[in-house]
């Protein structure tokens, strides 16, 4: 049976030929939640963009699939891709203020994809958009509506993305490290709205963090990207109890551990970056070889 989504082989790089992500592979069931973890720089948002269509022009893919319902996106034309991204997907991204248009109402921003790519009537996209609202708990829905985005506050407007993001029953949504840019009270708070929004439509989610924390509240499973290569693939139950690869003890042995004020952190040695580093780029050498 094959997975709702399969990552297979996947390896991107620039122009100049420097690579991105290394032969990545992974695999989501439907209703699956998986964290995509790593260092700033790692790739995991360029994984997102990679199923979105969305690489930016200075990328290029080198080899892979990625399945999507058996299709495999790489090779649908530029048509053929929104249309299937557009129905089946959705991106909460990092900083709603950037991804919200600042001279259009908050209304019209939710609705127009409903209209535009879904092709609902726009009676129709308006009564979904106040049920949203309504889901999300954003309170005085009409006057939300008639706001422009810097007119509401940041949890407001990362509301706002989260219930555009569920708007059409997307069958996958990608979060790329979605509270980054929120207070910790309000971060939260968001979490455990997108965890309640997912459980209640049974949607795939690819959450993109930086933060075990996140992680282990929100995941199921998870992979830990290094220099744009999987290292570690595994359920969050067994990553947190007796994770397999060094470096994936390493950034467990550094997160802060909030219920135990006392306990020291232990930084990343420069010996198990230096390891992991030689060992993805070994394969970056067998890659070349290979070709």
């Known amino acids: 049976m094959n997975s709702f989504l399969s990552i297979r082989n996947l390896s991107i790089s620039l122009q100049n030929g420097e690579r991105i992500l290394r032969s990545v592979n992974m695999e989501l069931d439907r209703g699956d939640v998986r964290g995509l973890v790593g260092e700033s720089g790692a790739g995991k948002s360029m994984i997102g963009k990679a199923i979105l269509g969305i690489l930016p022009r200075a990328l290029k893919v080198d080899e892979g699939e990625i399945l999507f319902q058996g299709k495999n996106l790489l090779n649908l034309n530029s048509g053929e891709l929104r249309k299937e991204i557009g129905a089946n997907a959705a991106l909460i991204p990092q900083d709603p203020l950037t991804a919200l248009n600042p001279s259009h109402r908050i209304g019209r921003q939710i609705t127009n994809r409903l209209v535009d790519i879904l092709g609902w009537s726009k009676s129709e996209a308006l009564k979904r958009t106040y049920d949203l609202l309504d889901e999300v708990r954003i309170p005085d829905p009409k006057r939300v509506l008639n706001s422009f985005p810097h007119e509401l506050s940041g949890g407001m407007r990362q509301r706002i993305l989260i219930a555009s993001a569920f708007a059409a029953e997307p069958k996958l949504i990608i979060a790329d490290e979605p509270t980054t840019a929120l207070d910790v009270t309000v971060q939260k708070q968001i979490l455990n709205l997108i965890g309640e929004m997912q459980s209640r439509h049974k949607t795939t989610l690819l959450f993109v963090t930086h933060d075990l924390g996140v992680v282990s509240k929100v995941c199921q499973s998870l992979s830990v990207l290094f220099l744009g290569k999987v290292i570690e693939d595994t359920s969050v139950s067994l990553f947190f109890d007796k994770p397999f690869h060094p470096y994936s003890r390493a950034l467990l042995a550094a997160t802060p551990k ?31 070889n290979d070709r």
């Open 258 to 288: 909030y219920n135990d004020l006392k306990s020291n952190l232990i930084p990343v040695s420069e010996e198990i970056l230096n390891s992991v580093k030689d060992e993805v780029l070994k394969l970056d050498s067998e890659w070349s």
